[in-house]
């Protein structure tokens, strides 16, 4: 493996006794967009949790640019260049749209200056959060929360960005401009993207790499170029039997 900005090795976690996420391992490469796939209740929001430093590691590695992030808790790996949009936490609703970009700064103490510059180039990248930026966020439509949330996750310009479902209740037109948002991160910033995904479609048409979970486990890794992805992802989906699986690598 080169050039792994995440790497897992045998993860376990959950929340107490409950074990949810076991004995997980793969990588994830510099500038790629990986999306984890699975039905409800797989375990994919508790693994982004466990990269976040928000639950434990309860056996098992990770290290993030090489360096292991065990022992380190979120706001250690928020500046080590994690960033995480959870979802349905996704804006601070009483604050105004500027509020919010200043408190993703805060987490960083960076000056006056690299503040101010750092808003200029969220506002250029999502010139509607300029034209609402004394909105109070509440007020926002669902994508625009969406973009003001990762926006906000930006400001601390992550090398890996963990987004949990980020098209989840938006309108269809709406799906289109996030998704475009997250190339972008992509594509201008070399942004390495880990992201939650429930539709196979959607999963396919943004991902280089997609990792399928089930009951906690890796149960597939793949190209969205496979030919035979679909029929995989539904077999898991649906719980129709073991194919053979690939084993873990990197993306
Ligand atoms: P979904 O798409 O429905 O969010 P998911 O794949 O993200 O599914 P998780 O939210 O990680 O799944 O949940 C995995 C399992 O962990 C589920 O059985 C869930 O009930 C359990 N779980 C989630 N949060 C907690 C919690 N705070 N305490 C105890 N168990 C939890």
Redesign the pocket.
């Known amino acids: 493996m080169t050039d792994a900005v995440l790497e897992l090795e045998h993860v376990s976690s959950?929340?107490g006794d409950?074990t949810?996420v076991r004995d997980v391992s793969f990588a994830v490469e510099s500038g790629s967009i990986t999306v984890l796939l699975?039905?409800?209740?797989?375990?994919?929001?508790?693994?982004l949790k466990t990269l976040a430093g928000l639950l434990p590691i309860a056996s098992g590695d990770v290290r993030i640019s090489g360096a292991s992030v065990r022992k380190q808790p979120a706001y250690q790996r928020t500046k080590r260049g994690v960033g995480f949009v959870q979802?349905n936490k996704r804006v601070f609703k009483r604050r105004s749209v500027e509020e919010n970009l200043r408190m993703g700064a805060y987490a960083h103490r960076l000056g006056h200056k690299e503040v101010a510059a750092r808003l200029e180039g969220a506002y250029e990248r999502f010139p509607v959060l300029l034209m609402k930026r004394r909105d109070v966020a509440g007020h926002l439509s669902g994508g625009q929360q969406q973009m003001l949330a990762i926006a906000q996750a930006l400001i601390g310009r992550p090398h890996l960005l963990l987004l949990d479902?980020p098209f989840s209740g938006l309108a269809p037109s709406i799906v289109h401009d996030v998704m475009e948002s997250i190339r972008r991160i992509k594509a201008e910033d070399g942004c390495t993207v880990l992201m939650?995904e429930?539709s196979v479609d959607l999963a396919l048409s943004i991902a280089d790499r997609v990792l399928v979970?089930d009951i906690?486990e890796l149960a597939h890794v793949g190209l969205p170029t496979d030919s035979d992805i679909r029929d995989v992802v539904e077999d898991i989906y649906f719980g129709r039997g073991v194919r053979p699986k690939e084993a873990p690598s990197s993306v």
């Open positions: 959950g929340y409950l949810v699975g039905r409800n209740g797989a375990g994919k929001t508790t693994l979802e479902e939650v429930q979970m906690g």
